[in-house]
Structures are given as C-alpha cells and as structure tokens.
C-alpha cells in the first residue's frame, strides 16, 4: 500500500521560499508515475484547497489562482518524489500543507480534492509578517 509523507515546512518571513518534498513508499517508480499528484493546503478554520497538481508524467501542471506565480511542483518519478516550491510567501499562506495521489486522467477532477484518494499526514508552514 502506498504511502506519502511530506516534510521541509517550517516557520518562514513573508517574502522568504520554501520547498516542500513529499516522498512515496511502497510503490515501484514505474507505477508511481501512473499517477497525478497534487498538494494541497488546510488553513486554519477553512475547508482543504488545491494547490497544485502535477501529471504522472510530469509534463503537466496547473496552480491555484491563489498561489499562481508563486508556486512550483515538479516530480521526480525514479525518486518516488514530488515537490512544491513556495516564494514570495505572504501570512496568508500559512497551513498544513498535503501531498496526494489521484487515479484517472490528469485533466480530470484534478482540483477536487475529493478525487484524491491516497493522503500524508502534512507539513505545516507558518508565515510570519
């Protein structure tokens, strides 16, 4: 069974970067890349939103309005690993950050967190003013 468990948050200044891994167990590289991966984000008091997602192949991405030129997520399927980079982060963006796996197409329900089966445990990032 695969799992996911990401790491690299931490406690940054607005304005600062950040890059967040998120590593898959459990599965060979091969199947790992039959995959969408996708990160998303739980603020505090709000509902889990989409990030970003990338394709199995990693040839395709695709960012929230909310993060759009400030976020970055590549993979590296012979790593069973997926990565986020986060700059110029605002107060606003402090939450526990996720990493999840979803089957099917890549354009499909890719920013429905619902489609996305296979869960970490997050990582927080808290930004200060």
């Known amino acids: 069974q695969v799992q996911l468990a990401e790491s690299g948050g931490g406690m940054v200044q607005a304005g600062d970067s950040l890059r967040l891994s998120c590593a898959a167990s459990g599965v060979s590289f091969s199947y790992f890349g039959d995959y969408t991966m996708g990160w998303f984000r739980q603020r505090p008091g709000k509902e889990r939103e989409f990030v970003a997602a990338?394709?199995?192949?990693?040839?395709?991405?695709v960012n929230a309005d909310s993060v759009k030129d400030r976020a970055s997520i590549s993979r590296d399927n012979a790593k069973n690993m997926i990565y986020l980079e986060l700059s110029g982060l605002k107060p606003e963006d402090t939450a526990a950050y996720y990493c999840?796996?979803?089957?099917?197409?890549?354009?499909?329900?890719?920013?429905?967190?619902?489609?996305?089966?296979?869960w970490g445990q997050g990582t927080q990032v808290t930004v200060s003013s």
């Open positions: 990338v394709s199995g192949n990693g040839l395709r991405t």
């Open positions: 999840a796996r979803k089957s099917g197409p890549f354009a499909e329900q890719t920013t429905d967190v619902t489609a996305y089966k296979t």
